[in-house]
């Protein structure tokens, strides 16, 4: 007979981290909106060792000394402090998953300092197990991940090229810099630089510096807002003589998160379909829903959203 034993700390860790670190692109993208969260104005993304070697920067608020070790611990969060405010949530993270699983499966280096200490902290942190000192830095977060998946060999074998794996983290800066447009993002590959933006605010530079000139001279603003529903609209489509063969460049944000939104994509193909048929445009759309008429709790990796009232918005 099989006896039923309890796992380990880390062997739980590494199960849960399953759901939320699927690939390298899963660790950007947590450690960038977390930087995002704490109000950073400049983010700089530096991958090597074939995606699994990831050192996230910013000049956010940082991470107060005392906070630092729970910061690690699973369900550790300062965006929540009760159910009811997953109701309200306002930030990109608030489930306090990320970094716990982040360690589970890394080798993590984490220097950070807020603005009322002269001093930083620093924390060392393989196989689930935190090592914390004092130390010099600026006023910031710097997240250093080595070797991702190294004790997940298995997960290893399941991850595409090196090529194929920075394409999706390219992607992704992508597409927060097109959201967060006041924040300026440097991702870079292997010491070369591939996106830098300036984060001036400004959408149309955003995506000159992005993409091309070409495109944002072929797009147009769209802005809606109703008082009624509290929904606002925002962001930039193209001309009908501006199309493409595929749905790839539809960046649609819900309260300037990323996510799947079927209801919303539907709405554009309705519009668009009587004038380029069979062919797509390039679409930036914001769509402002109030926090509470819209659920972010509904899928492990926050990719998908619930709408209170989703006739609302398809006819909006």
Known sequence: MVRIIQLSKNVINQIAAGEVIERPYSVVKELVENSVDAGATKVSIEISNECRNIR?????????????????????????????????????????????????????????????FDFGTKVECENSEVKKSQTGCAVGTIMDIKDLFYNLPARL???????????????????????????????KNNGKTIIKTTGQGDTLQVLKEVFSEDIAKNLREV????????????????????TRASKKDYYMYVNSRMVK????????DTAYKSLIGSRYPFIILNLEVPPEDVDVNVHPTKKEVRYRNPNQIFNF
């Not at 729970?70 to 159910?83: D, E, M, P, Q, Y």
């Not at 991850?159 to 006041?182: C, D, G, W």
């Not at 009624?228 to 962001?235: D, E, T, V």
């Not at 939104?261 to 554009?268: A, E, G």
Request: aromatic residues 10%; neutral net charge; proline residues 2%.
């Open 261 to 268: 939104c079927p209801i919303f994509q539907k709405s554009i």
């Open 157 to 187: 074998k399941f991850l595409k090229s090196q090529k194929t794996e920075f394409a999706y983290i390219n992607e992704l800066i992508q597409t927060l810099a097109l959201v967060h447009t006041n924040v300026a993002f440097e991702l």
């Open 56 to 116: 996230v920067a910013d000049n956010g608020s940082g991470i107060h000394p005392d906070d630092i070790i729970l910061a690690f611990s699973k369900h550790a969060t300062s965006k929540i402090s009760s159910g009811e405010d997953l109701y309200n949530v306002k930030t990109m993270g608030f489930r306090g998953e990320a970094l716990a699983s982040i360690i589970s499966i890394s080798r993590l280096t984490c220097i950070t300092r807020t603005e009322e």
């Open 223 to 242: 802005f809606k807002t109703d008082k009624m529903s509290g929904l606002k609209i925002s962001g930039f489509v193209s001309t009908p003589d501006y």
